[in-house]
């Protein structure tokens, strides 16, 4: 199916620890893609806020974005926001960063349980994956609880390396009560999932989440969602966008979110 509007929520410059290019770099390529929007959503792992000095590395992404932002005035809307990883872990640096920077979108994240280095890391040979799975939809029913984002980024996360990489297969009907709530907390609240598609063009081979969690999130009362590619790289820019937005479709959405000043607003998909 062809769209017209393609909106990419969740990329990355070379600001965030593991990307490649620089936000005008990104910018030139998308708009010679002819994407209608790019959020940029550099890292900050509020867990690592002081030793890894991520102050100064966001302030740093938002000043390259504003100028990205002067330069490309035309058919790309440019929007600041940030990937912030672990903020229940320190709510007091996640609430300081967020009232000193304006982003337009905030993408919660969790990519590690407290004290442990990011899944991707994990030897899964002698991991507990049932226990990790549970601690991990725990700290995400603690993040939503905190709530102070605008769209719940992967949220299957752990699965790109358990089940794309690792190959060891999940039943996540194991933890539909952990999930729902966590779906339900973003209704409640009014916050997006986002459907993340960077699994698409890895070993996972789907989306974080797949479609039956974005069915469950319809059903639930579900009004927004975020598509993302995760690009780190300006050729995944869009990657896999529009297989994103038929998913959204085929599980009742009408419309895409894409937020601006933390408000949302509503594109429709056809």
Known sequence: MKFNKIVDTHVHTD???????SA?????TAEKMGLRAVVFTDHVEIDLFKSENYFK???????????????????????????????????????????????????????NLRGQPDFY???????DVHETLLQYFEELKIMVDWGDFDTLGHLTYPLRYIQGDRQIPVDLSR?????????????????????????????????????????????????????GSDAHRADHLGAGVREGMTIAQECGFDNVTLFQKREPVQIPIK
Do not use: W
């Open 15 to 21: 600001n965030s620890f593991d990307g490649n290019h």
């Open 24 to 28: 005008t770099f990104m910018c030139e």
């Open 57 to 111: 590395v966001a302030k740093q992404a938002y000043f390259e974005v504003a100028k990205a932002r002067s330069a490309f005035r035309g058919q790309l809307l440019i929007c600041a926001g940030v990937e912030l990883g672990q903020p229940a872990y320190d709510t007091q640096e996640a609430d300081r960063l967020l009232n000193t920077l304006n982003y337009d979108q905030v993408i919660g994240t969790v990519h």
């Open 121 to 127: 890391f994990l030897d899964y040979n002698v991991t």
């Open 175 to 227: 933890y539909a009560r952990q999930i729902d709530y966590i779906l339900k907390g973003l209704v409640e609240k009014e916050k997006a999932l986002e459907i993340n598609t960077s699994g698409l063009r890895q070993n996972l081979k789907d989306t974080m989440p797949s479609a039956d969690i974005v069915r469950r999130f319809k059903e639930l009362g579900g009004q927004y969602i975020t598509i």
